[in-house]
């Protein structure tokens, strides 16, 4: 990162809304937050103690529900300060630099994780035989690793070209986090290399993942459509639709705030909220209630009937 930079701390406009509405905003997101947490706590929790659950698909839930705790930690408690006084509005320069990359590596690992989510199930439902030695312990390891460590490279690529620029004048983000598109209107330098790479960086991996699962779920509903049974072919539906609906609820706003020409800082920050806010809260609710298994699972977690077994 270039050492030209004068700017020691930024300031955060957070989200567009009238003051009056500071009071309700932090008590409505507050509590999502804390639901949030909580909700991602109680997957990992119920996946851990159920023997029942140690699948492949469990275990990249697993890695789902922790990327999603986090990211929403890294996003939301500091809107929140927003919210509740201007001082919280202040982030030190390194801070702001930390919650870019952290924000970005939970956002492009768990892009690859639903990639490779769609991936196993396409596995499981078009060559259900193949399955269990296809997806082996030692495979889904790997795969989940490897989200990870390309979540981290993305990452990286994106913190560095968005702060390696001088910043010595304006500093107030028009965001309520530190995110590269309004990072970088603030920048005393041209910027249109940074945009375009970003551009281009983002567009790949998203739109090259959203493509993988599209065509992957081209290919179940092939498959599905094959099974003779219709008991079979709503359980099969029924297995895929919670994937589908985190997958549209994660990568739409994306799309909308990365790859669409220009930025408007009002819209960006409400469309933001859906993946940085509601989508980490949507996945434990949709994975449970729409989720035979872990609803079993959660019943006889209830019950205490989990650790009895486990004895």
């Given at each position: 990162?270039?050492?030209?930079?004068?700017?020691?701390?930024?300031?955060?406009?957070?989200?567009?809304?009238?003051?009056?509405?500071?009071?309700?905003?932090?008590?409505?997101?507050?509590?999502?937050?804390?639901?949030?947490?909580?909700?991602?706590l109680l997957i990992l929790l119920v996946i851990r103690v159920d023997s029942h659950l140690h699948t492949p698909m469990y275990s990249f839930l697993t890695n789902l529900s922790f990327i999603d705790m986090w990211l929403s930690t890294v996003t939301v408690p500091k809107m929140l300060m927003t919210l509740a006084s201007p001082s919280g509005r202040a982030i030190s320069f390194h801070s702001c630099v930390a919650q870019l990359y952290f924000f970005h590596f939970l956002g492009s690992t768990e892009c690859f994780l639903y990639t490779v989510m769609s991936y196993d199930r396409y596995l499981a439902i078009s060559y259900p035989l193949r399955y269990t030695s296809t997806m082996s312990g030692r495979a889904c390891a790997l795969l989940a690793i490897g989200t990870w460590l390309s979540g981290s490279l993305h990452s990286a690529v994106q913190t560095i070209l968005t702060f390696h620029l001088p910043y010595c004048g304006p500093n107030r983000i028009q965001h309520y986090f530190c995110d590269a598109p309004p990072i970088l209107k603030l920048a005393c330098a041209d910027t249109s290399a940074n945009e375009m790479v970003i551009f281009v960086n983002i567009g790949v991996v998203a739109?090259?993942?959203?493509?993988?699962?599209?065509?992957?779920?081209?290919?179940?509903?092939?498959?599905?459509?094959?099974?003779?049974?219709?008991?079979?072919?709503?359980?099969?539906?029924?297995t895929c639709a919670s994937h589908c609906i985190v997958v549209l609820c994660f990568f739409g706003p994306g799309l909308f705030i990365y790859l669409r020409p220009?930025?408007?800082?009002?819209?960006?920050?409400?469309?933001?909220?859906?993946?940085?806010?509601l989508t980490?809260?949507?996945?434990?609710?949709?994975?449970?209630?729409?989720?035979?298994?872990?609803?079993?699972?959660l019943l006889k977690l209830k019950n205490g009937t989990v650790f009895s077994q486990g004895k």
């Amino acid at each position: 990162m270039s050492n030209s930079s004068l700017v020691t701390a930024f300031i955060l406009t957070g989200l567009p809304h009238a003051p009056a509405l500071d009071t309700p905003l932090f008590g409505i997101f507050l509590v999502i937050y804390v639901l949030t947490v909580l909700g991602n706590l109680l997957i990992l929790l119920v996946i851990r103690v159920d023997s029942h659950l140690h699948t492949p698909m469990y275990s990249f839930l697993t890695n789902l529900s922790f990327i999603d705790m986090w990211l929403s930690t890294v996003t939301v408690p500091k809107m929140l300060m927003t919210l509740a006084s201007p001082s919280g509005r202040a982030i030190s320069f390194h801070s702001c630099v930390a919650q870019l990359y952290f924000f970005h590596f939970l956002g492009s690992t768990e892009c690859f994780l639903y990639t490779v989510m769609s991936y196993d199930r396409y596995l499981a439902i078009s060559y259900p035989l193949r399955y269990t030695s296809t997806m082996s312990g030692r495979a889904c390891a790997l795969l989940a690793i490897g989200t990870w460590l390309s979540g981290s490279l993305h990452s990286a690529v994106q913190t560095i070209l968005t702060f390696h620029l001088p910043y010595c004048g304006p500093n107030r983000i028009q965001h309520y986090f530190c995110d590269a598109p309004p990072i970088l209107k603030l920048a005393c330098a041209d910027t249109s290399a940074n945009e375009m790479v970003i551009f281009v960086n983002i567009g790949v991996v998203a739109s090259g993942c959203f493509l993988l699962i599209v065509l992957s779920y081209v290919s179940i509903v092939c498959s599905i459509l094959r099974i003779r049974t219709s008991e079979g072919r709503r359980r099969a539906f029924q297995t895929c639709a919670s994937h589908c609906i985190v997958v549209l609820c994660f990568f739409g706003p994306g799309l909308f705030i990365y790859l669409r020409p220009g930025s408007r800082d009002a819209v960006d920050g409400v469309v933001a909220i859906f993946y940085t806010t509601l989508t980490p809260l949507f996945n434990p609710v949709v994975y449970t209630l729409r989720n035979k298994e872990v609803k079993k699972a959660l019943l006889k977690l209830k019950n205490g009937t989990v650790f009895s077994q486990g004895k």
